[in-house]
């Protein structure tokens, strides 16, 4: 993850919102909508990833921090999934951004 101001920034919500939807798949869905649907879906998806290796830098293997990690790693290989497919299918649409992506509809 790089350092600068804006990264952080949204690694640290993303970060809050996983753990805070307790392993609620739809609960987190609900939650990065409402993040800025200018948002490069690269960026959210290795905000993901990042939370994934902080919490288990951070904390023993407990319930808890499992479930989240799992939500995080499941929610950025969806979202991969999703991008992926916006570009193949709309290739002048570079970076995909939040605003084009259904993530309700990702299946973390």
Do not use: C, K, N, Q
């Amino acid at each position: 993850m790089t350092s600068d101001e804006p990264t952080r920034a949204l690694f640290e919500r993303v970060l809050e919102i996983v753990t805070r939807a307790e392993g609620d798949a739809a609960a987190l869905a609900t939650a990065l909508d409402g993040l800025d649907h200018d948002t490069r879906a690269l960026a959210l998806i290795r905000a993901l990833l990042t939370a994934d290796v902080e919490l288990r830098a951070s904390f023993t293997s407990f319930e808890p921090t499992l479930r989240d990690r799992e939500l995080a790693r499941r929610a950025a290989l969806a979202l991969t999934e999703s991008a992926d497919r916006i570009e193949a299918t709309l290739p002048g649409l570079r970076p995909v951004r939040l605003g084009e992506m259904a993530l309700g509809r990702a299946g973390f």
